[in-house]
Nanobody
């Protein structure tokens, strides 16, 4: 059974930092896309960052480039999202997504590409 579990969310002031982690079980993350998405109240889910574990190519939304970094975590089958320079507009529920191969339709930052999702972790940034 595929399972993705996020952790690391919390509340910070504007300019602060947080690191989210996603632990994947039930399948190997090798040669798959892994992504982080977020959804704020009343808004659509948007892709924030993604990584293709086959070659470590990374992809970022324009709104987070230079501030967020997606990478392999220190533990096997873990994907981290380091978030620096947080802004109030980054406030959202953040979801880890996985199980997307190169054959699945959609770009790395498109939700339709992914087959497995975590339950989410809340990030709140106050001004």
């Amino acid at each position: 059974q595929v399972r993705l579990v996020e952790s690391g969310g919390g509340s910070v002031h504007s300019g602060g930092s947080l690191t989210l982690s996603c632990v994947v079980s039930g399948y190997t993350t090798s040669n798959y896309y892994m992504g982080w998405f977020r959804q704020a109240p009343g808004k659509e889910r948007e892709g924030v960052a993604a990584i293709f574990t086959g070659n470590d190519n990374t992809y970022y939304a324009e709104s987070v480039k230079g501030r967020f970094t997606i990478s392999h975590g220190w533990a096997e089958n873990t994907i981290d999202l380091e978030m620096n320079g947080l802004k109030p507009e980054d406030t959202a529920m953040y979801y880890c997504a996985g199980g997307a191969s190169t054959y699945d339709s959609g770009g790395p930052l498109e939700a339709r590409k992914y087959r497995a999702w975590g339950q989410g972790t809340q990030v709140t940034v106050s001004s």
